[in-house]
Protein backbone atom coordinates (compact mmCIF):
# COMPACT_ATOMS: atom_id res chain seq x y z
CA UNK A 1 0.00 0.00 0.00
CA UNK A 2 2.93 2.41 1.08
CA UNK A 3 4.73 1.57 -2.22
CA UNK A 4 1.57 2.17 -3.99
CA UNK A 5 1.45 6.06 -2.64
CA UNK A 6 4.69 6.53 -2.76
CA UNK A 7 4.80 5.60 -6.44
CA UNK A 8 1.65 7.89 -7.37
CA UNK A 9 2.98 10.78 -5.32
CA UNK A 10 6.03 10.55 -7.47
CA UNK A 11 4.02 10.20 -10.77
CA UNK A 12 1.50 13.51 -9.54
CA UNK A 13 5.34 15.25 -9.11
CA UNK A 14 6.70 14.00 -12.28
CA UNK A 15 3.68 14.89 -14.53
CA UNK A 16 3.21 18.57 -12.32
CA UNK A 17 6.92 19.33 -12.97
CA UNK A 18 6.85 18.81 -16.48
CA UNK A 19 3.12 20.37 -17.01
CA UNK A 20 4.90 23.99 -15.70
CA UNK A 21 7.87 22.88 -18.10
CA UNK A 22 5.57 22.45 -21.00
CA UNK A 23 3.54 25.64 -20.13
CA UNK A 24 6.52 28.35 -19.78
CA UNK A 25 8.09 26.96 -23.13
CA UNK A 26 5.08 27.09 -25.00
CA UNK A 27 4.70 31.06 -23.59
CA UNK A 28 8.20 31.31 -24.31
CA UNK A 29 7.17 30.28 -27.93
CA UNK A 30 4.37 32.50 -28.41
CA UNK A 31 5.83 35.60 -27.49
CA UNK A 32 8.82 34.36 -29.80
CA UNK A 33 6.14 33.71 -33.11
CA UNK A 34 3.78 37.44 -31.93
CA UNK A 35 6.94 39.32 -32.19
CA UNK A 36 8.18 37.40 -35.40
CA UNK A 37 4.46 38.30 -36.75
CA UNK A 38 4.69 41.72 -36.00
CA UNK A 39 8.33 42.31 -37.33
CA UNK A 40 7.37 40.51 -40.84
CA UNK A 41 4.16 42.85 -41.40
CA UNK A 42 6.55 46.42 -40.77
CA UNK A 43 9.35 44.62 -43.56
CA UNK A 44 8.76 43.67 -47.30
CA UNK A 45 11.83 41.40 -47.69
CA UNK A 46 14.05 39.26 -45.13
CA UNK A 47 16.05 41.24 -42.61
CA UNK A 48 18.38 40.76 -39.52
CA UNK A 49 15.41 41.25 -37.38
CA UNK A 50 13.22 38.46 -39.15
CA UNK A 51 15.85 36.35 -40.62
CA UNK A 52 17.87 35.94 -38.18
CA UNK A 53 18.51 34.39 -34.57
CA UNK A 54 19.59 37.87 -33.17
CA UNK A 55 18.75 37.29 -29.38
CA UNK A 56 21.50 36.41 -27.44
CA UNK A 57 24.71 38.13 -25.69
CA UNK A 58 27.35 39.64 -27.81
CA UNK A 59 30.83 40.34 -26.26
CA UNK A 60 33.68 42.26 -27.67
CA UNK A 61 36.77 44.22 -26.54
CA UNK A 62 36.41 47.87 -28.84
CA UNK A 63 39.00 50.20 -28.89
CA UNK A 64 39.34 53.16 -26.29
CA UNK A 65 41.16 57.07 -26.75
CA UNK A 66 42.19 56.72 -22.79
CA UNK A 67 42.23 53.50 -21.30
CA UNK A 68 43.34 49.98 -22.96
CA UNK A 69 39.81 48.98 -24.31
CA UNK A 70 36.95 48.62 -23.45
CA UNK A 71 35.33 45.52 -23.01
CA UNK A 72 31.53 45.27 -23.80
CA UNK A 73 28.81 42.47 -23.58
CA UNK A 74 25.25 43.47 -24.61
CA UNK A 75 22.66 41.00 -24.13
CA UNK A 76 19.46 41.24 -26.41
CA UNK A 77 16.32 39.86 -25.70
CA UNK A 78 13.45 39.10 -27.47
CA UNK A 79 11.25 41.72 -26.19
CA UNK A 80 13.66 44.05 -27.55
CA UNK A 81 15.22 44.59 -24.24
CA UNK A 82 18.79 44.95 -23.78
CA UNK A 83 21.41 44.65 -21.38
CA UNK A 84 24.70 46.74 -22.18
CA UNK A 85 27.41 46.09 -19.89
CA UNK A 86 30.74 48.16 -20.01
CA UNK A 87 34.37 48.15 -18.42
CA UNK A 88 36.96 50.24 -19.02
CA UNK A 89 40.06 48.14 -18.98
CA UNK A 90 43.43 49.87 -17.04
CA UNK A 91 40.90 52.23 -15.06
CA UNK A 92 39.35 51.06 -12.91
CA UNK A 93 38.80 47.05 -13.91
CA UNK A 94 36.74 45.91 -11.03
CA UNK A 95 33.85 48.25 -12.25
CA UNK A 96 31.72 47.35 -14.74
CA UNK A 97 28.66 50.03 -16.16
CA UNK A 98 25.68 48.26 -16.41
CA UNK A 99 22.32 49.93 -18.68
CA UNK A 100 19.15 48.70 -19.38
CA UNK A 101 16.46 49.68 -21.17
CA UNK A 102 14.80 48.90 -24.66
CA UNK A 103 16.29 49.10 -28.40
CA UNK A 104 14.18 49.87 -31.84
CA UNK A 105 14.97 48.46 -35.18
CA UNK A 106 15.91 50.67 -37.99
CA UNK A 107 13.23 51.01 -41.31
CA UNK A 108 15.24 48.24 -43.05
CA UNK A 109 15.71 45.80 -40.23
CA UNK A 110 19.27 45.63 -40.06
CA UNK A 111 20.31 48.32 -37.42
CA UNK A 112 19.32 48.17 -33.43
CA UNK A 113 19.26 51.87 -31.49
CA UNK A 114 19.78 51.42 -27.87
CA UNK A 115 17.69 53.40 -25.55
CA UNK A 116 18.63 55.32 -22.41
CA UNK A 117 22.17 54.53 -22.85
CA UNK A 118 23.64 57.66 -20.98
CA UNK A 119 26.90 58.30 -22.81
CA UNK A 120 28.46 56.07 -25.93
CA UNK A 121 27.50 54.15 -28.63
CA UNK A 122 24.24 53.25 -29.63
CA UNK A 123 23.40 52.08 -32.59
CA UNK A 124 24.64 48.23 -33.71
CA UNK A 125 24.29 46.77 -37.20
CA UNK A 126 22.92 43.02 -36.72
CA UNK A 127 24.65 40.34 -38.80
CA UNK A 128 24.50 36.27 -38.32
CA UNK A 129 26.69 35.28 -34.91
CA UNK A 130 27.82 39.04 -34.90
CA UNK A 131 27.33 42.80 -33.98
CA UNK A 132 28.80 45.82 -35.50
CA UNK A 133 29.40 48.77 -33.07
CA UNK A 134 28.64 51.81 -35.33
CA UNK A 135 29.77 55.73 -34.85
CA UNK A 136 27.75 57.92 -32.61
CA UNK A 137 25.88 58.59 -36.03
CA UNK A 138 25.41 55.50 -36.94
CA UNK A 139 27.49 54.84 -39.73
CA UNK A 140 29.76 52.01 -40.12
CA UNK A 141 33.60 52.38 -38.62
CA UNK A 142 35.91 52.31 -41.33
CA UNK A 143 39.73 52.56 -41.32
CA UNK A 144 42.79 50.13 -39.59
CA UNK A 145 40.80 49.22 -36.39
CA UNK A 146 37.41 48.54 -38.05
CA UNK A 147 37.43 44.93 -37.00
CA UNK A 148 37.73 45.97 -33.63
CA UNK A 149 34.33 46.95 -33.32
CA UNK A 150 32.46 43.66 -33.83
CA UNK A 151 31.06 42.00 -30.75
CA UNK A 152 30.32 37.78 -31.50
CA UNK A 153 27.86 36.08 -30.07
CA UNK A 154 28.37 33.97 -27.01
Request: glycine content about 8%.
Amino acid sequence: MNKNLIAFGLFASLALATSCSNSQEQEKGETQKEITIEEKRLYKADNSATSLDWNGTYKGTVPCANCEGIEIRLTLNINRTYILVTNYLGRNDALEQENTGSFTWDEAGSIITLGKVPQGPTHYKVGENRIWQLDMSGNMITGDLADHYILTKQ
